[in-house]
């Protein structure tokens, strides 16, 4: 092969060269892409914190009508000085049999104020259970955004593998015609080692971000993934100020607390109404034998509160602290929302301007090193070493292009709870 020959690669060159001799192999067919809004919609019918969420909310909801119910009422049935019970053999002169009910009567408002709580803890629940389906699904999304990056980064470290391998290919010629050195040729095969203990450290991540994808559907982790859709930048265009108003109004976390709130201060009143009596009516019916006639009696009961400084007081005492104690974790839970929020639209915010630089200075200037250096090479005043350095520099950008825009990504999709809106592209 003539020197000018086998000396003439450009980048553009060495990428095609890549290409063609990956063309070259048997092909494999290529997995299905599976699309995040595939996943979303398999996430909400099997994940298994959903599931039990959702049927936590569905229990709540059924606990207002039992509270606002009266008590069960008491059948009564008596048999006095009577000889056998389906026999008048025997029978005394004051014998009877009777029959009566009885029914248990709060104070007037005590079982509207439970069932008035018990709502405000379903609305608290239906909250959660919206918090725990959109906590997976940006559980899910994160994950996913990590899958499609380390996919891409295998991509990028494959193909540097492969020219690489060219450039070892050139290096081994030269240095057997004598117009090279063997430390070139020796750079090169450390380089390839290099790549491929770093290709399996990639492949290793992406078997753990599958099985947690896997874990998050519910599925076996045997089960098929397929491949990831295009990793594609969701520009942020709200902004922080809004985010936090949003936050306040639409995180269920947030809401769930003041469902909490209302709840805790019902149970306030309700403890007020406990100082009040309760009432009980009965009505029996009693046959007394021949020598009397049937009779009705009514009787009417009231329960006292006798021990209220012990019972009922201290009643009233715990419905206050829980009372206050709800409105503690509701600042808490608003403020952990705030600073979750600036966080993350921070660390987006962020990532845009990198991502801007990689794409709109750092990538190109070290392409254009790249083809300086190679255009050097061709005439010997670079050596080896620094050819493989820009090409390794090149690549290195490309890969950390794709991780921040994963983080981009995932910061928007840890968003999406907090404020309650969909922020990244389906």
């Known amino acids: 092969m003539p020197r000018r020959t086998c000396l003439h690669f450009s980048f553009a060159v060495l990428m095609s060269l890549c290409a063609a001799a990956q063309s070259g192999s048997v092909a494999q067919p290529a997995d299905a892409q599976t699309s995040l809004a595939a996943l979303v919609s398999e996430l909400k019918e099997r994940n298994p914190e959903i599931q039990a969420a959702r049927y936590r909310f569905e229990a709540a909801m059924k606990r207002p009508s039992q509270a606002g119910s009266l008590p069960d009422p008491k059948l009564n049935l008596s048999n006095f000085g009577v000889g056998h019970p389906v026999s008048a053999l025997n029978d005394s002169n004051f014998a009877y049999r009777g029959l009566g009910i009885t029914q248990e009567l709060p104070f007037p408002g005590k079982l509207a104020l439970a069932s008035e709580q018990a709502k405000k803890e379903a609305d608290s629940e239906r909250e959660m259970y919206g918090a725990a389906l959109q906590d997976a699904i940006a559980r899910l999304k994160a994950a996913y955004f990590e899958w499609a990056s380390l996919v891409k980064q295998i991509e990028i470290t494959r193909r540097n593998r492969d020219l690489l391998q060219r450039f070892e290919e050139i290096a081994r010629n030269r240095y057997s015609v004598g117009k090279g050195i063997q430390q070139e040729v020796l750079k090169a095969q450390v380089e390839l080692s290099s790549l491929a203990q770093e290709l399996e450290i990639l492949r290793q991540k992406r078997a753990s971000v599958e099985a947690q994808i896997q874990y998050l559907l519910g599925r076996d982790a045997e089960a098929p993934l397929g491949q990831p859709a295009e990793l594609k930048l969701s520009p942020l265009n709200a902004e922080l100020q809004s985010l936090l108003s949003a936050s306040e109004k639409n995180s269920p976390r947030v809401r769930a607390q003041e469902f909490l709130i209302d709840s805790r201060a019902v149970g306030v009143e309700r403890s007020k109404k406990e100082y009040r009596p309760d009432f009980a009516l009965s009505v029996q019916w009693q046959h007394t034998g021949s020598n009397f006639p049937d009779y009705y009696a009514a009787t009417a009961e009231v329960k006292l509160p006798l021990y209220f400084w012990r019972k009922q007081r201290f009643g009233a005492e715990e419905a206050e602290s829980k009372l206050r104690e709800a409105k503690e974790i509701f600042r808490s839970t608003r403020q952990e929302a705030a ?22 200075g750092t990538i190109p200037q070290a392409t254009l ?49 907090l404020v309650g809106q969909e922020l990244t592209q389906p």
Do not use: I, M
Request: glycine share 2%.
């Open 339 to 360: 600073y979750l929020v600036k966080e993350q639209f921070l660390a987006a915010k962020s990532s845009e301007r990198l991502l801007e630089l990689y794409k709109s």
């Open 369 to 417: 090193a790249l083809d300086s250096t190679t255009s050097a090479y061709e005439v010997g005043k670079v050596d080896f070493l620094t050819l493989l350095n820009s090409l390794s520099s090149v690549l290195t950008f490309e890969k950390q292009y794709y991780q921040e825009l994963a983080r981009h990504e995932q910061a928007l999709a840890r968003l999406e709870p």
